[in-house]
C-alpha cells in the first residue's frame, strides 16, 4: 500500500505522527467508452459552451450557479483565506461510546500506521482506546475538506472514519409512515420466528460478487474467442406475497430446512396422491368393521 497523506494524531499534549492508506478498494470490473466499430478510445474536449473554443486546463476556474443560472466565478485566490486547517493534524475532540454513532454518518475508511517516532505513543493510545471500549471523535482536513471523524481499532490498527456532518444526512420523508399499519400478533411472531431461524454470526467470506465473477467470465471468454455461454437460469423471484403468514411459515420451513441441509419436500404425483388416498379409506373402514 502507499501513503496517501502524513500528519499527526494531537491528543492533548501527545503527537503521534501517523501515515494515511486507504483501507478500502473498489474491485468493480472498469471499462472505457470506445467506438463500436474499431475499438478506439473516445475522448473529450474541454470546451466553452459560448464561444465554442477548447479550453486550456489552467484556465479553468470553479463556478457556482445561482438559481437564476447565472455564475459565480471563483478563482484560487478566493479559497486562500477559507479557514480550512493546513497543520495535517488529526484533532482528537472526545472520546464517545460507538453506539452512539449512527453508521449512516460513516463515508471512508482509512488505515493509520505510526511515522518514525510515534510507534510507542501510537500503542499506548491504541491500547488504551481498546480497554475504553470507546471510540475518539476527531476532526481533520484531507483533500481539501474538513471532517468529522472517527478513531477505533481494528486488528491492531487504528482506522479513521471519515463522517459526513449532520446536515448532509436526508430525513425519511415516505408517505407511509404516517399511516396506521396493523400488525397482527401472529403475524409478529411468525417474523421474529424466521430472524431467530436464520439468526448466525457473520462470515463475510461466506459471500461474494457473483455479477463481477460473471461479467469476468464473458470477458475471458471474449478474449478466448469462446461463445458465451448464458449462465443457467436461477430461481425465479418470488412476487408480493399474497398471504402474509403463508409467506412467513414458508420463509421459516425454508430457513430450517437450510440450517439443517435437508432438501425441500418433493410434490408427490396425482396417481400416487390417490392411492394415498384410496389406501387411507381402506384402513378406515377396516377400523369401522
Do not use: N
Amino acid at each position: 500500500m502507499r501513503a496517501i497523506w502524513k500528519g499527526a494524531i494531537s491528543f492533548g499534549l501527545v503527537t503521534i505522527p501517523v501515515k494515511l492508506f486507504s483501507a478500502t478498494e473498489q474491485k468493480d470490473v472498469t471499462f472505457h467508452q470506445v467506438h463500436r466499430e474499431d475499438g478506439g478510445r473516445i475522448r473529450y474536449k474541454r470546451v466553452c459552451t459560448i464561444d465554442g473554443e477548447e479550453v486550456a486546463y489552467a484556465d479553468i476556474a470553479k463556478g457556482y450557479e445561482l438559481a437564476t443560472g447565472e455564475i459565480v466565478v471563483l478563482t484560487d485566490e478566493d479559497f486562500e483565506d477559507l479557514p480550512l486547517t493546513t497543520s495535517r493534524r488529526i484533532d482528537v475532540l472526545q472520546f464517545a461510546p460507538a453506539d452512539q454513532i449512527d453508521p449512516i454518518y460513516f463515508a471512508k475508511s482509512y488505515y493509520l500506521e505510526p511515522d518514525g517516532q510515534g510507534a510507542k505513543p501510537y500503542v499506548l493510545l491504541r491500547t488504551a482506546l481498546e480497554s475504553s471500549g470507546q471510540v475518539a471523535v476527531v476532526k481533520v482536513a484531507l483533500r481539501q475538506r474538513e471532517s468529522l471523524a472517527t478513531l477505533r481499532v481494528r486488528d491492531g490498527v487504528f482506522v479513521l472514519e471519515t463522517m459526513l456532518w449532520p446536515d448532509e444526512i436526508r430525513t425519511p420523508d415516505f408517505g407511509f409512515l404516517e399511516e396506521d399499519i396493523e400488525v397482527r400478533p401472529q403475524e409478529l411472531k411468525m417474523a421474529e420466528s424466521l430472524i431467530t431461524t436464520m439468526e448466525a454470526d457473520f462470515d463475510p467470506t461466506e459471500y461474494h460478487d457473483s455479477y463481477r465473477e460473471a461479467l469476468q467470465q464473458v470477458i475471458e471468454a471474449k478474449v478466448a474467442g469462446k461463445e458465451v455461454i448464458a449462465p443457467p437460469a436461477g430461481e425465479e423471484e418470488a412476487g408480493p406475497a399474497v398471504d402474509l403468514m403463508a409467506a412467513l411459515r414458508a420463509s421459516v420451513a425454508a430457513a430450517k430446512r437450510e440450517r439443517s441441509g435437508e432438501s425441500a419436500p418433493r410434490k408427490k404425483d396425482a396417481a400416487a396422491e390417490g392411492g394415498d388416498e384410496k389406501a387411507a379409506r381402506k384402513r378406515k373402514s377396516r377400523k369401522s368393521a
